[in-house]
């Protein structure tokens, strides 16, 4: 049996629910960029092949998603926002073979704590949609809408009602360029996917969706940079590695345009990046600093 322990007037005291959920989005959505990842991440398990962004103020005034994916009835959309709400994993076994983008449940559950936030969501077979409108983590309104074969998020106001996480945030030029990166990556990674940002309603990406990555390619990084890399292709009874690196003239002392994604995800690898650094040593004039790299290098590798 628990003893009950009194609170009142101790120094250690347990948090109400509602704190605990607004301090444990931060773990999830750090800055807009985090919102437009978590949502991509759903769009693209929702198997949608079209995907479009809008962002207002580098994200932190208005972040838009649509796709049109399976979208969700009215039953899955009122228990999606809630904590550890998902569709992609039933079992603690499902973990073994998890595919899916996303899988704890966490996103929603973390934007709507720290936002205001508005999902329109129909499935295509269904004649009307469902709205629902959510602001910092409690459901103000659910109703029926008009509403295209898919799902539209909107969030307004980030970090509105945790004013002490704003100041962490960058300017609003720097915020949408962490919001260019990460779509840029996920574009990359999802060659069959077309995607659109627009930001203050003016297109700053536009990708569309082909098979073929050197397409994918000349779509994202420009012409230029696509004609100036050469294709790589390796594969082994463990793992098989296709992509395109650059021409050792083609050099720049950024890494900002190495790529790397392992099964679709985009990935950050200090030992994959010195492996590369490593292979251009011997290629890159004596005179240019040693953390050089490639213009342009896209790996992605998949586990067989």
């Known amino acids: ?20 959920n607004k301090i444990a989005a931060g773990e999830v959505i750090e800055r807009p960029a985090s919102v437009v990842k978590e949502l991509i991440d759903n769009s693209i398990d929702a198997e949608a092949n079209d995907i479009r962004i809008e962002v207002e103020k580098g994200g932190k005034n208005l972040i838009i998603i649509r796709d049109n994916g399976c979208g969700m009835n009215r039953a899955d959309a009122l228990i999606a926002y809630k904590k550890h709400a998902t569709s992609k994993l039933t079992h603690i076994a499902d973990l073994d073979t998890i595919s899916t983008m996303g899988f704890r449940g966490e996103a929603l559950a973390s934007i709507s704590a720290v936002a205001k936030m508005e999902i329109f969501t129909r499935p295509s077979k269904e004649i009307m949609g469902t709205k629902i409108v959510i602001h910092g983590g409690k459901v103000l309104e659910t109703s029926d ?44 990674a999802n060659t069959n996917i077309s995607f659109t940002l627009l930001s203050e309603r003016k297109t700053v990406l536009r990708k569309m969706g082909s098979s073929d990555l050197f397409n994918c390619i000349v779509n994202v990084l420009g012409p230029d940079i696509a004609r100036s890399l050469l294709p790589l292709e390796h594969k082994t009874e463990g793992f ?21 994604f392992i099964n679709n995800r985009p990935v950050s690898s200090r030992a994959i990046t010195t ?15 040693l953390l050089q790299y490639s213009s342009s290098f896209l790996i992605l590798e998949k586990w067989m």
């Open 240 to 260: 098989e590695i296709r992509g395109y690196i650059s021409k050792p003239e083609a050099s720049r002392a950024e890494s900002d345009h190495i790529f790397l």
């Open 275 to 289: 492996a590369i650094r490593l292979g251009y040593y011997t290629k890159i004039p004596k005179d240019v600093i």
């Open 1 to 20: 049996m628990e003893e009950y322990i009194e609170t009142q007037g101790n120094k250690i005291r347990i948090l109400d629910q509602d704190t605990i």
């Open 145 to 188: 809408v008009g509403t295209a074969p898919g799902t539209s998020v909107r969030v307004k106001d980030l970090f509105y009602n945790t004013p002490a996480r704003c100041k962490y945030l960058k300017s609003d030029r720097i915020e949408l360029t962490y919001i260019i990166d990460t779509v840029t990556q996920l574009a990359l």
